[in-house]
């Protein structure tokens, strides 16, 4: 990792080492999950970028497109973000804590995330991003270590420390899920709040491009 998360990722080998990183993960079965998938989902995205969003698992559009977040929780993230000026394509790397469908969209295992949690370890070695975004419960867990309800997490920035966190910033936002299930734009309802959460995230990102 770089000396200042965010702000020099090394372009030579990135791609080639991206491309490694996913035949790996095709290749894995170090959890169960790997034999329940149709296949492995890796990331989508701009390796480049300096955001970083990190999902619980695929669904079932992912497991079968081969891509994160582009369910209906995906297309709503992607509004989300695009209201604040981020393009999640251009401007983010979006990957999830394990790589492979659990069934029945159920919950990964604490097994099966610390199963994967080298190959996510590896992609933010990686891609280097300044800001993480975590997206619901199981991000926040399987990243940080971290249980709790996502409305005391939420909207905390959380500065990495060890490994490879080290000196990135963490900011916990409700899944887009739960803001499916909760539609409310209310002043204080929970897509309000996460709209506040993902404008500070954008001042955050251009403090960081303007520190460069
Ligand atoms: S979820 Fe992760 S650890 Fe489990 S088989 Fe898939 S890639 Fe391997």
Redesign the pocket.
């Known amino acids: 990792m770089t000396s200042l998360p965010g702000t020099s990722p090394d372009p030579l080998n990135l791609e080639q080492e991206l491309a490694g990183l996913a035949e790996r ?1 095709d290749a ?7 034999s329940s ?1 149709t296949q ?1 989902v890796v990331s989508r995205g701009n390796p480049k970028a300096r955001l970083m969003v990190i999902g619980e698992g695929p669904g079932a559009q992912e497991d079968e497109t081969g891509l994160p977040f582009v369910g209906r929780s995906g297309q709503l993230l992607d509004r989300m973000l695009e209201s604040v000026g981020i393009d999640s394509n251009r401007d983010a790397y979006v990957c999830n804590i ?3 469908r659990p069934p029945d969209n159920r919950k ?1 295992t604490v097994l ?1 995330m610390a ?2 949690r080298p ?1 996510l370890e590896r992609q933010i070695a990686l891609v280097d991003p300044g800001v993480i975004l975590l997206a619901g419960a199981t991000a926040v867990e399987g990243l940080l270590g971290i249980k709790g309800g996502m409305t005391k997490l939420r909207g905390q920035w959380r500065q990495g420390e060890g490994g490879s966190l080290e000196g990135r910033w963490l900011m916990p936002i409700f899944h887009p899920s739960y803001l499916l299930r909760n539609p409310s734009k209310e002043r204080g309802a929970p897509k309000w709040l996460t709209w506040q959460d993902l404008q500070d995230v954008q001042r955050r990102l251009a403090q960081l491009e303007s520190s460069l």
């Open positions: 993960c894995c079965r170090h959890c169960g999950l790997g998938r492995v394990v790589k492979c990964p099966e199963a994967c190959w």
